[in-house]
């Protein structure tokens, strides 16, 4: 740390220590609000407003590292929501690849944390994470590409209904992809499109049916093959989905062996 000529440490410098030691807990503060953002766009990755909030949380650290003189903290939030730039440009879904790099990117953070602790921060160019998030426009064909498994959408407003199908869909060797609700289903498709869609028809704002009626109007998805799962079992119900286009019926409670049963008959393994 620099000092004056009496051997004492210059007013500058413990100037920039203070500021340092107050951005440190303000920033640690930052992380945690943007680790809370990314694990609802974990659980929920078809929703705007999930990926949203990781991105504004990221825009805040530009913002606030370059107030502080900490250009370095600028620098990499800019490569991060250069990240989130490319994806909405290219219409990408957060997929499990993207999403993996968006939470190396958070990690990150972390090291970044320490470093504030002691007053300087230095970005190691050659660290894994920087090199992805760099090279994230040139590698699209690989963050684009899943596994050859099988990709299904669930659709459910029941987060527990929704862990539960999840689990024996990934157990019986599936892709799974979540949304909560009828609009974020839609918004999900206009960027990927999966082997199959389980769609609950009792959800609030957008029923099962208003959005079947959506999918088989457009000609880019209308044939995506279609299951419904609901708890009603009114006959009338089952003929107005398969007149709509769906493809199957189930009612719940539903014992899962015969759900994985029905998937396969539809789409195979």
């Known amino acids: 740390m620099p000092v004056n000529t009496d051997g004492k440490i210059s007013e500058e410098s413990e100037v920039q220590r203070q500021m340092a030691q107050t951005y440190a807990q303000d920033f640690s503060n930052k992380i945690e609000k943007i680790k809370k953002s990314y694990m609802g766009l974990s659980t929920n990755p078809v929703s705007p407003e999930t990926a949203a909030e990781v991105e504004m949380g990221f825009q805040d650290l530009m913002g606030s590292g370059g107030t502080f003189g900490f250009h370095e903290i600028t620098d990499y939030a800019s490569l991060v929501l250069h990240v989130f730039q490319v994806v909405k440009l290219n219409k990408m879904p957060f997929n499990s690849r993207v999403l993996e790099l968006m939470w190396q990117s958070i990690k990150y953070l972390e090291i970044i944390a320490l470093q504030l602790k002691r007053g300087k921060v230095t970005i190691d160019d050659s660290n894994a994470t920087l090199v992805k998030l760099k090279t994230f426009e040139n590698d699209l064909v690989h963050y684009n590409s899943e596994s050859e498994k099988k ?44 082997s199959m869609i389980l769609l609950d028809v009792a959800m609030p704002g957008m029923n099962g049916f208003e959005v079947l009626s959506q999918l088989k109007a457009q000609p880019n998805l209308k044939s995506v093959p279609v299951m419904m799962l609901t708890a009603r079992s009114q006959k009338e119900e089952i003929i107005k989905a398969i007149q709509m286009g769906a493809q199957n019926y189930m009612i719940k409670p539903f014992d899962s062996k015969e759900l994985i049963t029905r998937i396969k008959k539809i789409i195979g393994d």
Request: proline share 5%; hydrophobic share 45%.
């Open 151 to 194: 990709k299904i959408l669930l659709v459910d407003d029941d987060p527990d209904i929704l862990r539960l199908v999840e689990v024996v869909l990934k157990r019986s060797g599936f892709n799974v992809v979540t949304a909560k609700n009828g609009a974020d289903a839609l918004s999900y498709l206009q960027t990927d499109q999966p």
